[in-house]
């Protein structure tokens, strides 16, 4: 079955994604022909270069139903997150202030937030239920007169569970509080509309959605209600004084193109990823009786799988399918250092349970053959390791 399949598969596009050829085909142009400084203006070289960039900001802009000069460019959602948190922060420096967040963020919005709590902000850290979910109710009671923001995660980088924010984002506007959301992993995967989402910060990034990668964007709102930010990175007052430092041109050229291509795509995609990841959990129960879906079944991303397999170290069974598939256990980003996941903690799992969890994220490119492959090794080798463990 396996014969004309390209070994290993990649199975891991939360982690990152390759950049789509027709992105690449984008981006091309902008490295030595039209090269120009876009803050240069004074000739045509820097006017043409800023016309793709004004051109890209619109195209971001629209796709998430914002106006283009709220788009503020930065190296991705980590700098972009770091930057509202920080330069929100920073703009109410003096005052008592009360931010509340979600156990189950991305480590870039928790250690933002640490940060600030070292400088005198205060942070509650939402718990999720036993699906990862936050219950809107739990906003509205966190909620206190020196709350500045509430920041909550619009889809889990590890468990692909979706946060309600359309009903959190109501929350914050009747409360007066802004609403940031982290939407680097729903943006092109699930509709987002700022306006109707009542969403004031939103960070994303090229390159989970099959564009560059160190390129991203910070939305923040400049009117009804205005957000103040100080910023973090001082130089040349680019992007309206909020992000200085020379544009990445032809990233941001692909960044536009790899944003139209997936929402363009979506309608067709997202159910594909669905059928191909429902397909892919039916076979491994099948292969592994006592598997453990963790997070939603419902409320998740179409190509994300995250499951436990008791008995099986999820560090032995990645270097078993070494050579055959590749999948993440806990978060890549955060295993520098293998500690474990804190967002399957805060689920409830116990530390045992979350070291025999991984993660399978499908793609573009993942084909039927794949899932149907990955699913026969993985339940092939988990059988294989727990034999040698009980022998
Ligand atoms: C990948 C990711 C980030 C970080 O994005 P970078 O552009 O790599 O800095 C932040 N949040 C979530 C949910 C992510 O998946």
Redesign the pocket.
């Known amino acids: 079955m396996a014969d004309d399949l390209k070994l290993p598969i990649y199975l891991d596009h ?1 982690a990152t994604t390759p950049v789509d050829p027709r992105v690449l085909e984008a981006m091309i142009p902008y490295f030595s022909e039209v090269f120009g400084n876009p803050a240069s203006k004074n000739h045509a070289f820097g006017r043409d270069a800023h016309r793709v960039v004004e051109a890209a900001r619109d195209v971001i802009g629209k796709t998430i139903n914002v106006k283009p000069q709220d788009v503020c460019f930065t190296s ?4 972009a ?1 770091n930057l509202a948190i920080k330069g929100l922060f920073l703009a109410n420096r003096g005052r008592h202030q009360h931010y509340v967040t979600v156990a189950t963020e ?1 480590k ?1 919005v928790l250690d933002s937030f640490h940060r600030i709590e070292s400088e005198g902000a205060e942070v509650t850290y939402l718990p999720v239920d036993g699906q990862g979910m936050l219950e809107p109710q739990q906003v509205i009671d966190a909620i206190r007169p020196q709350t500045i923001m509430v920041s909550v ?1 619009a889809a ?2 590890e468990i692909g569970v979706i946060q309600p924010i359309n009903e959190i984002g109501a929350i914050c506007r009747e409360r007066n509080v802004f609403f940031m959301t ?1 939407a ?2 729903a943006l092109g995967k699930v509709p987002l509309d700022v306006q109707a989402m009542n969403i004031d910060l939103l ?1 994303c ?1 090229a ?2 959605i099959y564009g560059p990668k160190g390129i ?1 964007v910070l939305y923040c709102r400049r009117s009804m209600p205005r957000v103040p930010l100080i910023p973090i990175i001082d130089g040349g007052g680019h992007e309206r004084g909020l992000r200085s430092g020379t544009l990445n041109v032809p990233a941001i050229a692909g960044f536009a193109k790899a944003v139209e291509l997936s929402l363009k795509e979506m309608k067709a995609e997202q159910p594909r990823l669905r059928r191909m990841r429902d397909a892919l959990y039916q076979a491994l129960r099948e292969g592994i009786p006592d598997l453990k879906l963790n997070g939603h079944p419902d409320h998740r991303l179409a190509g994300n799988l995250n499951v436990c397999i008791p008995g099986v170290e999820a560090e032995a069974l990645i270097i078993a399918l070494t050579d055959t598939i590749a999948i993440s256990s806990g978060s890549a ?1 955060t295993t520098a250092a293998v500690e474990p996941s804190h967002v399957l903690r805060a689920l409830g799992l116990s530390e045992v349970a979350v070291h025999c969890s991984i993660r399978l994220g499908l793609g573009r490119q993942t084909s039927r053959d794949d899932t149907n492959f990955a699913a026969e090794v993985i339940a092939t080798e988990a059988r294989r390791i727990r034999f040698l463990a009980t022998h």
């Open positions: 939360h991705g959602a980590t700098e997150i991305h870039a995660m889990n980088n982290d680097t992993q960070a990034s390159h989970k991203g980003c």
